[in-house]
């Protein structure tokens, strides 16, 4: 097969693409997550229900994994993706214009994050169909950097941008920069080759859930996107917390800075893809996930700059094993189920980060931070345990 192989200017091109992808998606997903108090102050509604705005995205989005990836069968890859970042821009802008109705900017909200649907399972099909096997890791990390990239880059494009003029101008400004990259995205990818170009029917979808649901390997990985992705949602929902209190004090404008240790991720995918590629993906994956549980019980200690250290080893240890995970996906499936066992891997991976995300809360009003600690320790040992059973499967 002519895979796209680990030289030449077509695979950087690629690769460049698809982090550019990836950047958009993120970025545009999380953008109203620094700007919830905004919100909740300009249309005169609790934090709870401002909160809606990126609750819904992230919500339809998940939803809509397995209904893209099912079409994605009979339509040609780059033009899902590239359909799918562009009309997320073009929603961001839309956004700009919302100025009295809460309702419908989460509505408006809700269709972004069920287009953006068309992006994350499909980009992972595509890498693992389109690459040569031999470099799988080193891309999926770049994709996942991108992912770290653009999620810290909306957050501070628009909290930055909110200060000096306002949030309408930050997520429409925003909106343009997504459309630009957008357009370089369609320029620079090249269309898949070997997608099967299956014809959708019920009857396809079931014989797809049932192969991929019957497959220990496959479900091992999705158990480990809930586990890690609901882990690392819960320490950086609720870290700022027990910062803004005695004896940290820190304002929410230093606290919104702690998103920079993102870059650690940007990092750490890439290098422990290209580590997977070289050596055992099990023993480089579990390396991973200790280094996330390193991490968060080093959060318990008691100096600002032990905790900002341990955040970072959680976060760099979160986002490698993500990378390796994800590739790994794409190797388990058949052939012909790699965007479906894709779009479950991330319906897993958004699921974690929507039910543990949100019930991490439930431990901190009732332990503090240190029962925070405790609950994402346990998933994350739990996610260890997946590792090692997976290792005895392949």
């Known amino acids: 097969m002519n895979y796209i192989e680990p030289a030449g200017k077509s695979f950087r091109k690629t690769i460049l693409a698809l982090f550019l992808g990836s950047f958009v998606t993120f970025a545009d997903l999380y953008s109203t997550q620094p700007v919830i108090p905004v919100f909740a102050k300009q249309f005169g509604v609790s934090p709870a229900m401002a909160s809606l705005t990126l609750s819904f995205a992230t919500g339809t989005l998940a939803i809509c994994l397995l209904l893209v990836s099912f079409f994605s069968e009979s339509i040609d890859r780059k033009k899902i993706m590239g359909v799918a970042l562009t009309m997320s821009a073009l929603l961001s802008i839309s956004v700009s214009f919302v100025q009295d109705s809460i309702t419908t900017l989460i509505a408006v909200r809700a269709v972004q994050g069920a287009v953006l649907a068309g992006f994350p399972a499909i980009a992972m099909a595509y890498i693992n169909e389109e690459f040569h096997p031999k470099s799988l890791g080193y891309v999926m990390g770049i994709y996942v950097s991108g992912s770290s990239i653009g999620g810290l880059a909306g957050r501070l494009i628009v909290g930055v941008l909110t200060d000096h003029y306002s949030w309408n101008i ?7 920069l997504s459309l630009l990259i957008s357009l370089v995205f369609w320029w620079m990818l090249p269309s898949s080759q070997h997608s099967l170009n299956n014809k959708m029917s019920l009857f396809r979808i079931k014989e797809s859930l049932q192969h991929n649901f019957k497959n220990p390997q496959l479900l091992l990985l999705f ?17 700022g917390i027990p910062l803004m209190e005695p004896p940290y004090q820190l304002s929410q404008t230093l606290i919104g800075f702690i998103f920079i240790i993102y870059l650690v991720g940007t990092f750490s995918s890439t290098w422990m893809g290209k580590l997977a590629d070289r050596y055992s993906k099990g023993h480089v994956l579990l390396s991973g996930i200790l280094i996330m549980l390193a991490g968060a019980l080093l959060t318990l200690a008691v100096p600002l700059s032990v905790k900002i250290i341990g955040l970072a080893f959680f976060t760099f240890g979160f986002f490698g094993a993500h990378s390796i995970a994800s590739s790994w996906v794409g190797r388990v499936a058949g052939k012909s189920e790699k965007a479906q066992a894709s779009a479950l891997y991330l319906l897993f991976y958004y699921g974690g980060s929507s039910i543990v ?3 991490g809360g439930i431990f ?12 994402v320790s346990l998933l ?13 499967e392949t």
């Open 170 to 176: 930050a997520i429409g400004s925003l909106g343009v």
């Open 357 to 359: 995300g949100a019930t």
């Open 380 to 392: 994350i040992i739990s996610a260890a345990v997946c590792i090692l059973l997976l290792k005895k």
């Open 223 to 239: 158990g480990m996107a809930f586990l890690l992705m609901g882990s690392f949602v819960t320490v950086y929902n609720f870290i």
């Open 364 to 375: 901190l009003i009732r332990f503090g931070w240190g029962g925070v600690v405790a609950v």
